[in-house]
């Protein structure tokens, strides 16, 4: 079983983005989950069974103003994930995305978590593990999510999607408490200036 489970999250508005940030995310949300697959699917396929779990988003579902390249990231993962379970299909490895809401964990700190579904890192551990079973496609964590939203997307016109969004202030990502976030997004550029596209981009400017 493999378990993808890196990711980074900067927010902020898409014309501020810093060109290294944009690459770190790229690098460790898209490259990370096709590394992993590349060098395990081959490897399961051979011994005809394993299973892959790539932890996605809700994000790469619910787009969301301020996350514009996170977006992208995890809506590239989930596609990743499900184009990669049809091509394993009957070789008996399967692949699994979850796709969390917010996660109590530093990933969301700064966020105000009062008015956005939830979920404890335990809680989506247990999900993890119970894909070794169902072998679901997809599952949202909290587990109402992804149907409460493909039902508004089915039966809610976008207008008045659009007035829901605005009452529980769905921008919030692009005013998330950067105090509370002051350990992380340090972190987050110490790395953003090491990551493969970042350096590959520095040598080429030196050249």
């Known amino acids: 079983m493999l378990v993808n489970n890196a990711g980074v999250m900067p927010v ?37 069974r394993g299973h892959i779990v790539n932890i996605a988003s809700m994000a790469g579902v619910i787009p969301l103003p301020g996350m514009a390249t996170y977006n992208t990231t995890k809506f590239a993962a989930l596609g990743a994930s499900l184009a990669a379970r049809r091509e394993y299909d009957g070789t008996g490895v399967t692949v699994s995305a979850i796709l969390p809401a917010a996660v109590r964990t530093e990933l969301s700190s700064g966020a105000d978590l009062s008015v956005l579904p939830t979920v ?30 493909r039902l508004v997307q089915t039966l809610v016109p976008e207008t008045v999607e659009r007035l829901a969004r605005q009452v529980i202030g769905h921008d919030q990502a692009l005013a998330l408490d950067p105090v509370g976030r002051k350990d992380y997004l340090d972190r987050l550029e110490r790395h953003a200036g090491t990551s493969p596209a970042a350096t590959r981009a520095a040598e080429a400017v030196r050249r």
Not at 13 to 24: G, H, I, K, N
Not at 131 to 137: I, S, V
């Open 120 to 149: 404890d890192p335990g809680q989506v551990a247990e999900q993890v593990l119970a894909t070794l079973t169902t072998r679901a496609a997809t599952v949202s964590s909290p587990a109402w999510v992804l149907p409460g939203w």
């Open 12 to 48: 902020g508005p898409f014309a501020d983005e810093p060109e290294t940030t944009t690459d770190l995310m790229i690098d460790v949300n898209v490259r990370g989950v096709l590394n992993g697959m590349h060098a395990a699917a081959p490897l399961m396929a051979a011994a005809g």
